[in-house]
């Protein structure tokens, strides 16, 4: 069955079996992140629509354009870049970079319900989908939940870190990830599109027959960086929450008919991941407030007694990343797991800001276990270019390549900079 149908079965047994109550079982479609999803679906209708994704996927591929891996290391680029300024994955990956990644599918000829270059969609769909979680663990402004850990170690611990600090000690294997992982699903999956020769001028040519920018792709740009702005400020200059920042986006261009109500309501892939990723992430966050979680941490540290803290460290980390797969959430993550396991460690002499920066970056690597990971993979998954198998089979793979850049890399980084 779909899984929209298995989550509204289980949503519905959840009051009849009197495990929550029925205004409980209905609460994920209260948060704001699953809102934010539905509406960086919208923004990538209007890139389509407007014609302005086109425009920016023939202006990249005039000029990267060689080759497909080339076109992935653009976008590698265009997301790190941007990550900085962007504390949510949701809003820069679903806002900024699916629309445009997603343009250059289209424009390539390569479409999700046909098998001739359903490979190539994949690859650049994953690979993009990699940079926006790989640029996370980089910046601590990269992604909320890594403000949540900095708070709560702080709350915890009395102990935090500044944004540089943090940018030391994760530049360096986030950079290696950064660089390697294209190359890796290059080979993983391997594009029927390798070397496009003919691409750069077929793109110079389409820039061409396009014309100047219409008056509607204007407005899409203001609206495009008037919300880059807002997402990039949020807690600093405002309090405007990211997800009303996007769906004030979505008003405006409902208000200047960039997009129309058909639009959105025809939009099959928003409501379908507004239905199953509210009931998971609201079935997530319940197996931490009814317990589950807090036995689970009590019954790994039994299991460690007299076990050195790095050792403990090592084998908490690779627990603690695949326990991902029960949560749809990197900042559930973080409220879950996260104390837990690091008041074990500290008490068996780790340091603390060391554990706390290693559990927020593998709390954002954990994000690739599944496609319900965090806010922003639902919307990648949903382009439709990869079944749940084979985004399983890629996601374990590159889980396992971020434990080892971190444990292997991170650890010894961090504990140079005095971290660990």
């Not at 915890?156 to 950079?175: A, E, K, M, V």
Request: aromatic share 12%; glycine share 10%.
């Amino acid at each position: 069955m779909p899984i929209g149908a298995c989550s509204i079965i289980g949503m519905t047994l959840l009051p009849l079996l009197g495990i929550m109550k029925a205004g409980q079982a209905l609460e994920g479609f209260a948060n704001g992140t699953i809102w934010l999803i539905v509406s960086a679906f919208m923004f990538a209708i209007s890139f389509i629509k407007t014609g302005l994704g086109r425009r920016i996927a023939y202006i990249l591929l005039s000029k990267f354009g060689g080759s497909t891996l080339s076109v992935a290391y653009v976008m590698s680029a265009t997301d790190f870049i941007i990550a900085p300024f962007t504390p949510s994955n949701t809003a820069r990956g679903g806002g900024i970079v699916y629309p445009i990644v997603r343009s250059i599918c289209d424009t390539l000829g390569s479409k999700p319900d046909e098998e001739k270059l359903r490979k190539t969609g994949a690859f650049l769909i994953f690979s993009s989908y990699c940079a926006v979680i790989t640029s996370a663990c980089i910046f601590m402004t990269g992604a909320s939940n890594n403000v949540l850990a900095n708070k709560l170690a702080q709350d915890t611990f009395g102990q935090s870190i500044g944004w540089g600090d943090w940018f030391i000690c994760c530049i360096i294997p986030g950079l290696l990830l950064t660089i390697i992982t294209p190359y890796i699903l290059y080979k993983l999956i391997k594009p029927e599109l390798t070397t496009m020769p003919e691409t750069k001028e077929m793109a110079h040519k389409e820039l061409s027959h396009m014309g100047p920018m219409t008056t509607k792709e204007w407005i899409l740009v203001f609206i495009f960086l008037g919300a880059l702005f807002l997402w990039a400020t949020n807690g600093h200059l405002h309090t405007i929450d990211n997800t009303f920042v996007a769906l004030g986006g979505v008003s405006i261009m409902l208000l200047t008919n960039i997009l129309t109500w058909d639009d959105i309501a025809s939009e099959k892939g928003a409501w379908d991941v507004l239905v199953w990723m509210g009931v998971l992430v609201n079935m997530a966050a319940y197996l931490s407030k009814f317990g589950l979680m807090n036995w689970f941490a009590d019954t790994m540290a039994a299991q460690f007694a007299g076990m050195s803290w790095l050792m403990m460290l090592i084998v908490l980390s690779i627990i603690y990343t695949f326990a991902h797969y029960v949560l749809a959430s990197n900042s559930a993550h973080i409220m879950a797991l996260f104390v837990a396991f690091a008041v074990i460690l500290v008490a068996a002499g780790a340091p603390a800001l060391g554990v706390m920066i290693l559990f927020a970056c593998l709390a954002n690597s954990a994000s690739f276990l599944t496609h319900y990971g965090c806010g922003v993979t639902p919307i990648f998954f949903g382009a439709g270019f990869m079944d749940q198998g084979q985004w399983w089979r890629l996601g374990f793979i590159i889980t396992v390549l971020h434990l080892v850049a971190w444990l292997g890399l991170g650890l010894p980084l961090m504990g140079m900079f005095g971290y660990l």
